[in-house]
């Protein structure tokens, strides 16, 4: 069972940073890995992608400019570098993988950001 772990969210002032952070079990070469979130009483949204050997990212228009994801497969990990936070920006956010080869996905726990003066 592939299992994702994510870390790093927290309490931050409007304007500020926060880097979150997935860890998979296993070799992450087969999956492409993305960030989703969802805020109070609306839908999961993407955040952003990158594809299985880290050359190529996507974002949504709202984080355009404003989030990096990155990985490092040798350490099965993937990040969520935020900057110049909204408020708007408050929710649970996911790491997503999936397998490629499979099709399957599979998503971690989340974890929440809070964006609030």
């Known amino acids: 069972q592939v299992q994702l772990v994510e870390s790093g969210g927290g309490l931050v002032q409007p304007g500020g940073s926060l880097t979150l952070s997935c860890v998979v079990s296993g070799s992450m070469f087969r999956y492409y890995m993305s960030w989703y979130r969802q805020a109070p009483g609306k839908q999961r949204e993407l955040v952003a992608g990158?594809?299985?050997?880290?050359?190529?990212?996507s974002y949504a228009d709202f984080a355009k400019g404003r989030f990096t994801i990155s990985r490092e497969n040798a350490k099965n990990t993937v990040s969520l570098q935020m900057s110049s936070l909204k408020p708007e920006d408050t929710a649970v956010y996911y790491c997503?993988?999936?397998?490629?080869?499979?099709?399957?996905?599979?998503w971690g726990q989340g974890t929440q950001v809070t964006v609030s003066s």
């Open positions: 997503k993988a999936r397998n490629t080869w499979s099709g399957n996905d599979y």
């Open positions: 990158i594809t299985n050997g880290g050359g190529s990212t």
